[in-house]
């Protein structure tokens, strides 16, 4: 039997044994489904489901390999044409993957390979940093660090900008763990339902804070003076003061890092000098309701400018924007697995969501593990490189090619549906 009908298998054992535990979404008649066979690699779309009862006999029978839904509602979700649907509306989600950004820890487990020159490393370089070619493969990697960044751009999402900007309650959002890399956050709620996709561009804007003007801010030059921005009016320019006095309350030697950082504010040594020089007075002036010109020796307008769009890149969450603007978009169903990791798509209440550790679950009912168990199988290792893993405290790895491993059930299923080993 190959590997893809074994993990088959499994899947639909699991789907068979567990179909109660396989959660019931809001206006399910009305979703559209899609499923990514094993057999190949093809989106089967446009399947909308009558039942319950009916998505599970089709988990069952079909066992996929990853299994999606949609966040919009139509009238008649199985028609093959998208504009004779009946488009209803869509929920909001929000899409917090590691894969869309940079994580210091990705140096250590993400790997690329060259397809040019042939050499390989680790990181994710956008080209290649030997002959600057762009046709990189790459294997990423898994990592509690990363899931950990992730969550916390979530709680960020919400405690920062949903709830005080927007005015959303916390019960009306919905977390799940994607299964591999990230989160996701959906907002069901008849009003929301109703926005269009430039008010979703709006609101993605928003949160990332691109496209921020400063001067709508009220960032100006007048008479020779810089004009900054207040703290009391609310939204991004109290998130910016807010940041600014986060920062000038660091020990200096946090903040010459942070302003040398060339991934972040990438400063020369000179202004970063004056900008340590004036931080007591810039503090006053921030926390002073009246006074509000700028004045560090060396920063015109457009240093200010550069120093702005670095703490709002400090600020921003990182959302995978497209995400939220497609109502056309299919998104993981919860509690399916993800063929990937053969980990569970799996939701998280709002207030357990704080100690929630994927890759370590405490409670048996939201552990995305599913395949946990201590009976050990052999594999053989077909990657070149197989980086380290570490799943409920256990680390295992990194590997190499050829490598014979024996090891617990659950690592077996991951690195098989990794497509990184072979059963031997
Ligand atoms: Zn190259
Ligand atoms: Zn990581």
Redesign the pocket.
């Known amino acids: 039997m190959s590997d893809l009908k074994y993990l088959k298998r499994l899947f639909q054992a699991y789907y068979k044994e567990q179909q109660s535990e396989i959660p019931i979404v809001n206006l399910l008649e009305q979703r559209e489904f899609g499923f990514i066979p094993w057999e190949k690699v093809i989106m089967i779309r446009h399947i909308g489901f009558n039942s319950q009862e009916a998505l599970r006999n089709y988990f069952t029978s079909n066992a996929p390999r990853h299994a999606y839904m949609s966040g919009s509602i139509y009238r008649q979700p199985e028609n093959q044409d998208m504009k004779s649907k009946g488009y209803q509306g869509c929920d909001l989600i929000i899409d917090i993957d590691v894969d869309h950004f940079y994580t210091s820890c990705k140096e250590d487990h993400d790997l690329w390979t060259?397809k040019?020159?042939g050499?390989a490393g680790t990181g994710m370089p956008n080209k290649?940093p030997?002959?600057g070619?762009l046709k990189l493969s790459s294997l990423n990697w898994i990592c509690e660090e990363c899931l950990d960044i992730a969550k916390n751009e979530i709680i960020r999402l919400i405690y920062n900008f949903l709830n005080p900007d927007f005015g959303i309650d916390i019960d009306q959002m919905k977390i799940t763990f994607s299964g591999h890399r990230g989160y996701h956050l959906k907002i069901e709620n008849d009003k929301i339902r109703t926005l269009s996709t430039e008010d979703r561009r709006e609101i993605a804007d928003y949160l990332t804070g691109e496209n921020i003007s400063f001067e709508i801010l009220g960032l100006q030059e007048k008479g020779g003076n810089i004009y900054g921005f207040s703290k009391q009016n609310i939204g991004w320019s109290q998130k910016i003061i807010k940041k600014i006095e986060e920062i000038l309350r660091k020990p200096d030697s946090e903040i010459k890092n942070l302003l040398l950082d060339p991934r972040k504010f990438h400063f020369s040594q000179n202004l970063i000098k004056s900008f340590l020089n004036s931080k007591n007075d810039f503090l006053k002036i921030i926390n002073s309701n009246n006074k509000n010109i700028w004045t560090i020796e060396g920063f015109g307008l457009t240093i200010w400018n550069k120093f702005l769009t670095s703490i709002v890149q400090e600020i921003g969450i990182e959302i995978d924007t497209p995400v939220t603007i497609d109502i056309h978009r299919l998104i993981r169903y919860p509690g399916s697995l993800h063929g990937k990791t053969g980990f569970k798509v799996q939701e998280i209440f709002p207030d357990e969501f704080d100690d929630f550790n994927p890759l370590d679950a405490k409670n048996e009912k939201s552990d995305p593990i599913v395949f946990k168990s201590n009976k050990s199988q052999k594999l053989e290792i077909t990657e070149t490189k197989v980086p380290m893993t570490k799943i409920k405290g256990e680390e295992f790895g990194p590997y190499n090619k050829g490598e014979i491993i024996e090891v617990p059930h659950h690592i077996a299923v991951f690195l098989l549906c990794r497509e990184v080993a072979k059963t031997i």
């Open positions: 060259c040019e020159c050499k290649c030997y002959c070619k």
